[in-house]
């Protein structure tokens, strides 16, 4: 987990101010420790002309920080707004959801991405937005769980000794599912027909599954907030990249192909 309780995080957040940076965020910092000290910088998630409304502003953002987003036709921020952010100063990070997979198609221009999600979209480990995509209710809470933090489960559970192969057909399972309809109650009945029954585990493992998928205890297989609060933490303390680094690998083509979809 990152150091979100880092003193001079806290201190280092209260000293900025809009005009310094904006993180544009909404399911994957929800009841994260950093929305009381990065309360004074958040926005809404990016949607289609938040950045142009950003440039008019006087004066406009150094840097901002791109975390969710809405997707779809019409709603998903442009590509042109991105080139036009980067072209007038911005200082552009992405992560996480929507921010990880713009930076992935951005970076040529010098948006820089953050994060084990970004990294995952950039290798092409993950191809689809799908595997980001969640529904949320008007608070940002969201309402299904994205694959990206399936996945984290999974291997959570696997690291708690409960048997691979069952693990891995939870997994299977709920990736099947339209991200649309994979809410907690559905993982709930995946995880009793994956984990008890017929499936050779007693109690325990089932109950352990279950208590994971309370509320209280998300947090722990939430890969995007985890993205989210450690790039907040780099970026606020000066420890990100300022610039693409050169090392990284090209964006494949089925990538590119993908997110211009998104």
Known sequence: MPPVYDPALDHALAGF?????VVLAGPSLIDSPLTAPAAHLL????????????????????????????????????LTEIQEAL???????????????????????????LG????????GRRTADENVALLHDDEFRS?????????LLCTLLTAEGIPAAHCREFGRRARRLYFGDRSYSALHQLARA???GNSGLDLDALEFVLHQLAAPQRA????????????????????APTTVPSGLIPVPEH???VLAEA
């Open 220 to 239: 722990s297989w939430d890969a995007k907030r985890r993205d989210a609060e450690r790039a907040i933490h780099d970026v606020a303390l000066g420890l």
């Open 17 to 21: 101010t809009q005009a310094d940076l």
């Open 87 to 113: 072209s007038r100063g911005v200082r552009l990070y992405g992560c996480s959801s929507m921010g990880a997979l713009r930076a992935v198609e951005a970076r040529p221009w010098g948006m820089i991405g």
């Open 116 to 123: 084990d999600i970004f990294a995952d979209f950039l290798t």
């Open 255 to 257: 990538v590119g192909a």
């Open 143 to 151: 309402l299904t769980a994205a694959t990206v933090n399936v996945d």
């Open 194 to 196: 994956c984990f008890a």
């Open 43 to 78: 926005l809404p998630p990016v949607q289609d002309g938040d950045l142009t409304a950003l440039l008019a502003r006087t004066p406009s953002p150094a840097t901002a920080l791109m975390i969710d987003g809405y997707f779809g036709a019409g709603q998903a921020v442009s």
